[in-house]
């Protein structure tokens, strides 16, 4: 079963995800050339293209998702599923005498 939190937690790190894996993807895949992260320089090393989207973004943007995904793992540990019957070490040694 899955509650509020656990609703919010995939679909805001999903969105997270996907907005900086895919969109900003397509985002400088339309912008065209270059592709990297650095920035194009010439002999003289003068700048003479940059990448449309800056990388710290995109980087953030998963860090952030994949951030919100561990967190949410975290709480799942904690927090017991609701109407799970969690057996504690004593019914386990009660039950083996």
């Known amino acids: 079963m899955t509650n509020t939190i ?3 937690a ?3 790190s999903s969105a997270l995800l ?3 894996i895919v969109v900003l993807g397509l985002v400088e ?12 320089t ?3 090393g ?18 952030g998702g994949l951030a919100i995904l ?4 975290l709480y799942r540990v904690a927090v ?5 019957d969690r057996r504690t070490t004593t019914d386990a040694t009660t039950r083996s005498q």
């Open 46 to 63: 003068e700048v003479i293209a940059q990448p449309g989207v800056d990388p710290a973004i995109r980087t953030g943007l998963v860090l």
């Open 6 to 8: 656990d609703k919010a």
């Open 10 to 12: 995939m679909a805001l």
């Open 80 to 84: 017991p599923a609701a109407g799970v």
């Open 42 to 44: 010439n002999e003289a």
């Open 29 to 40: 895949i339309l912008d065209g050339v270059p592709y990297g992260a650095a920035p194009t």
């Open 18 to 20: 996907l907005a900086g």
């Open 70 to 73: 561990g967190l949410w793992g």
